[in-house]
């Protein structure tokens, strides 16, 4: 805009003159007056001052704004225009009218432009009188408070960068106030919580929260050798217009009063680390994954490198000798130092420790020890020549070995290292590492004593399912068993292909709740019960009624069976099912349909009978048997799984192979969470 033009304050006239550059800062109506004074243009914010609407006032004059009605040249509308045309720009205070009648004290900036047809328009912003003076009253205050305020102020950005400060802070933080202006608060304080003042000053951008009295300690870019210790508030900056959004504080410096916070820092940073690493330590019963996140969750916060062993003891129980080396597997590992450290911690699979090395020395005291690595630990420890000489090139200065110790056995040990340009290890780093592997040894013991069962149920539920099927001429079979990918992946599902008399064959499919040896040792006993029983040429309700009692028996509480036999003289398929997923049978035709009509509840719940039903199967059609693992996943329902099925089997191949490869490929994850059997049967029939 132009310059200042003078006002007729300076002669007497009504229309007062504003002083200072405001407007920015309150809400703003914005209008137009045409050559007859004449409201031609109703912009954004009139109807909140005025309360006029655009319809009412568009091409009435002027001066229904203003207290002064009068419509004629010496009216105060007119008046403003004809200074606003000849001066080119005027700003002053008059007094306006409010559509309800009340009266108001308004400031106006009026200027010419250039209209349609060589007519002008004279432009008009407009505010409220008091919002003005309360923005010049708040403005000199702050002015005032910046210059003797003997604590420190800021104005930040939403990206943290410095606006504005005052000299109080430019002291404490050891720089001059335009060496501030433009950079990141991170540039100027050094602090040592790992990012949570940074974090707590984005929560305050993000969510409009403020803080109150919060002590920070740091170091400053000014003063790189001194702690200090600040109490600190900050409080959202929104809402002005033509501002952005950012943050307001204020800052005290208490270090001389609270000088203990300075060294409280280094033990709150260990305690935030230690939370940090119980979160994320212990998250699957996987052995590696979780000494993996031991090492993730201590590096680079802790230590520039870490690695997990396992000692390997002959017997669990075995008491430790300090007379016989220490053999270990190296499970996990990283660092974020250059080579050759990378090559430290992970070459090597197995590691020898000699009698008398600081693994030694920390199995027999049980507790964690730090070393320096010179030549000595060299000598001690590190049998292999050349990695002596690349931990000698890796630039680690010292180590903190920690045995990982859980129900009174050592599982292994934990080795965090640090480089030359770090502080070594002291008592509290000690006291953090044995917090840190005592909790990483439980969960690592955890997840050996899983794999130690899964292993078992995994032998047992080989041995139990069948290594070969019944064979049959008339009867052509592809089956596929597919473990659940999660850890809990050794489940009860089985199935079986029965060879009987009279050129008949049983087919049956079950699946036991349940993971683990119960889900395993139940399913066995099932499946051996019904061969045993489908061999004395029961019907197929009798068979699953005789397999509901041995449930029962057992104590078996929730399993699921579909029996079927098929007589290839007749083409008929008699069966029943306990609960199970309905079967398929995909016609020579292509066309597949589902046999729903097998009902039944599951075994083990007793008190509801079976029955038989009979189907009639063409020669060359192939029955679809399955278990829920195949059908049912996270976000797809039993009945979307069933559609997908019946579309899948409209495109197999006519092989049953690879057909069967074909369903698994295209309906089971990559990691699936549940067993799945899938067993394909193609029928001929018996030619006389």
């Not at 919580?193 to 300690?217: D, H």
């Amino acid at each position: 805009m132009p310059a200042d033009r003078p006002s007729d304050a300076d002669t007497g006239s009504a229309l007062r003159s504003e002083p200072g550059s405001l407007l920015e800062h309150v809400p703003v109506a914005v209008f137009g007056i045409d050559d007859e004074d004449r409201i031609c243009y109703w912009g954004p914010g009139a109807y909140d001052l005025f309360g006029h609407q655009a319809t009412d006032v568009l091409a009435k004059p002027g001066a229904v704004l203003f207290a002064d009605s009068s419509d004629d040249e010496t009216g105060a509308c007119s008046r403003m225009a004809a200074r606003g045309r000849a001066q080119g720009y005027w700003r002053g205070r008059l007094l306006a009218r409010h559509r309800d009648g009340t009266d108001f004290d308004c400031g106006f900036r009026v200027f010419p432009v250039a209209g349609v047809e060589e007519r002008s328009v004279v432009m008009v912003l407009a505010s409220r009188g008091d919002e003005l003076d309360r923005v010049k009253t708040n403005l000199a205050f702050l002015d005032a408070l910046f210059a003797t305020c003997p604590i420190g102020l800021v104005i930040l950005d939403e990206d943290l960068r410095y606006l504005h400060l005052n000299q109080a802070l430019a002291d404490m933080n050891g720089l001059p106030i335009e060496e501030h202006l433009g950079r990141r608060l991170t540039e100027i304080m050094v602090t040592s919580e790992g990012g949570e003042y940074e974090r707590m000053l984005r929560t305050v951008v993000a969510e409009g929260r403020t803080v109150v009295g919060v002590r920070v300690g740091m170091r400053t870019l000014g003063h790189p050798d001194r702690d200090l210790v600040l109490s600190v508030s900050f409080f959202p900056l929104t809402g002005a217009v033509g501002t952005l959004q950012g943050v307001g504080g204020l800052l005290v410096d208490v270090t001389d009063r609270e000088q203990a916070i300075v060294e409280a820092t280094a033990t709150r940073q260990r305690l935030a680390l230690l939370d940090r690493a119980s979160a994320r330590i212990g998250t699957t019963l996987d052995l590696q994954t979780t000494a993996q996140e031991l090492v993730d969750a201590s590096v680079p916060d802790f230590a520039d490198g870490a690695a997990v062993e396992l000692v390997d003891w002959l017997d669990e129980g075995e008491a430790f000798d300090p007379a016989l080396p220490v053999i270990t597997r190296r499970i996990a590992s990283g660092t974020v130092l250059p080579a050759p450290a990378t090559e430290l911690v992970s070459g090597l699979d197995v590691v020898h420790y000699p009698p008398g090395s600081a693994i030694h020395q920390m199995l027999r005291t049980g507790r964690p020890i730090a070393v320096p690595v010179n030549q000595e630990f060299m000598a001690r420890t590190i049998m292999d020549e050349h990695r002596a000489r690349v931990m000698a090139e890796s630039d680690v200065a010292c180590l903190l070995l920690a045995p990982l110790i859980a129900r009174g056995t050592v599982q292994g040990i934990a080795i965090f290292g640090r480089s030359t340009a770090r502080a070594t290890f002291n008592e509290q780093d000690l006291g953090l590492a044995g917090e840190l592997a005592s909790r990483a040894a439980l969960c690592l013991d955890n997840a050996r004593l899983y794999s130690r069962e899964r292993n078992i149920a995994l032998t047992l539920q080989r041995a139990l399912l069948p290594s070969s099927l019944g064979t049959t001429p008339y009867l052509h079979v592809a089956h596929r068993y597919l473990p659940g990918g999660r850890v809990t992946d050794v489940g009860g599902d089985w199935y079986d292909v029965i060879a009987l008399p009279g050129n008949h064959v049983g087919l049956v499919v079950g699946d036991v709740m349940g993971h683990g040896v119960s889900a395993a040792a139940s399913m066995g006993r099932l499946r051996i019960t019904a061969k045993a029983l489908a061999r004395h040429h029961q019907e197929p309700d009798e068979l699953v009624a005789e397999l509901d009692l041995c449930a029962q028996e057992a104590g078996i509480e929730l399993a699921t069976c579909l029996y079927i036999r098929y007589d290839p003289a007749t083409g008929r398929a008699r069966m029943a099912s306990a609960g199970h997923p309905p079967p398929l049978v995909l016609g020579p035709d292509g066309r597949t349909d589902v046999i729903d009509e097998v009902l039944g509840v599951p075994l083990g719940v007793g008190g509801s009978p079976f029955r038989t039903i009979e189907a009639q199967l063409p020669d060359g059609a192939t029955l679809v048997l399955y278990t829920d693992g195949l059908i049912e996943a996270r976000g797809r329902d039993i009945d979307e799984g069933l559609q997908a099925l019946r579309s899948e089997l409209g495109h197999v191949p006519h092989s049953l192979e690879d057909a069967a490869d074909q369903i698994l490929e295209r309906l089971v994850p990559s990691s699936p969470a549940d067993d799945t059997v899938l067993l394909l049967a193609r029928v001929h029939r018996l030619r006389s």
